[in-house]
């Protein structure tokens, strides 16, 4: 029926052509590296950030022709696993000094006077969301506080809305298109992210259903060792992976179909598999949202017509009128003893 909360993800049109990292303004592809967190119940398989995730980044900063690291961890990481938590440092350790040492590099150049307007507009796009909002760009509000906030004030949600764009646009440019990157804060967020990059690394989570309706190629990593074929029939998602192991040995097939889409084995079943979990893209997601919700509507309004239609007949009969309540779900009695428990619980 449709998933209207992913319309902001575009779909990937290739790697622009051109140079990778030779000239004044050349770019790199960007791959997204973006696991999930440990979770509560300590199974291996749950994030690859403690077995494969140094691995990773290792194998993407080495890839020649390079490519850019964008590392975001999800925002629980480490919260429960100290282990996780020691990972996510050293793999933030490992962008940072691969950043430091491509800005050193001579093939790479950067136009400071773009990136120096950049940065003037962040910092007045966010003095002004500011001023609105009483919180910064890259504050923790959610999307659900800003709609509901907005709706006191439509003009006002309207002029945010577009300025937080206009923000993560300014973001992208105030730093080179090569650079690596730890993304931890609020902003950008995981779309923004997505529509940046031109491939992702990431774990079994709804980051990889989502990242799906770009287009693009992804990995996934079978961090609890079922093996390929296993890690598939227990996984949707992994239908149209590249599917990695904790050494990482396999990042070059990810990396030579974001070079060469032509070459690209998983075309076919990434299209497939977008069907099959997100529906057709026409029409519009939130179109066919609205008619599944518009469907329910009509069958929910027939069933209250026959409710109405078997009271009506019932007339004053006792025994009928004691069948219909019987057989029509009715709203529940809260007892002194439910309270008890609630607040016992």
């Not at 770019?27 to 440990?38: D, G, H, I, M």
Request: net charge negative; glycine share 8%.
């Amino acid at each position: 029926m449709g998933r209207p909360q992913l319309a902001p993800i575009e779909t990937w049109q290739g790697v622009p052509d051109g140079p990778r990292g030779a000239a004044a303004d050349a770019s790199c592809p960007t791959v997204l590296y973006a696991p999930t967190w440990e979770g509560w119940d300590g199974n291996p398989g749950n994030t690859s950030i403690v077995l494969a995730g140094e691995n990773i980044v290792r194998k993407l900063i080495a890839a020649d022709p390079p490519v850019r690291v964008l590392y975001q961890p999800h925002p629980f990481t480490g919260t429960v696993s100290k282990e996780a938590g020691a990972a996510h440092r050293r793999i933030t350790a490992l962008v940072e000094k691969a950043a430091a040492e491509r800005a050193a590099d001579p093939r790479f150049t950067a136009d400071k006077a773009a990136q120096a307007k950049a940065k003037a507009d962040l910092a007045r796009i966010g003095a002004r969301i500011a001023d609105l909002t009483g919180k910064g760009a890259d504050s923790k509000g959610d999307e659900a506080e800003a709609t509901r906030d907005g709706i006191a004030d439509v003009a006002r949600h309207e002029e945010i809305a577009r300025l937080r764009a206009e923000w993560n646009t300014a973001y992208w440019r105030a730093f080179p298109s090569y650079e690596h990157r730890v993304i931890t804060g609020a902003e950008p967020r995981l779309y923004d992210c997505f529509n940046v990059s031109d491939a992702m690394v990431s774990d079994i989570s709804s980051v990889v259903s989502g990242f799906i309706a770009s287009g693009k190629p992804y990995a996934v990593t079978d961090s609890g060792d079922l093996g390929h074929e296993e890690f598939k029939r227990q996984n949707t998602a992994v239908r149209a992976a590249v599917i990695l192991s904790n050494d990482a040995a396999e990042p070059g097939v990810l990396l030579d179909a974001v070079r060469d889409p032509s070459t690209d084995p998983l075309t076919g079943a990434r299209k497939e598999l977008k069907r099959h979990l997100l529906g057709s893209d026409e029409p519009k997601s939130i179109d066919q949202f609205n008619a599944a919700v518009a469907d329910l509507g009509r069958k929910a309004e027939a069933r209250n017509v026959g409710q109405r239609s078997r009271s009506g007949a019932v007339g004053t009969d006792p025994a009928q009128a004691a069948e219909l309540t019987d057989a029509v779900p009715g709203q529940r009695t809260v007892s002194a003893d439910d309270v008890d428990g609630v607040n016992a619980g």
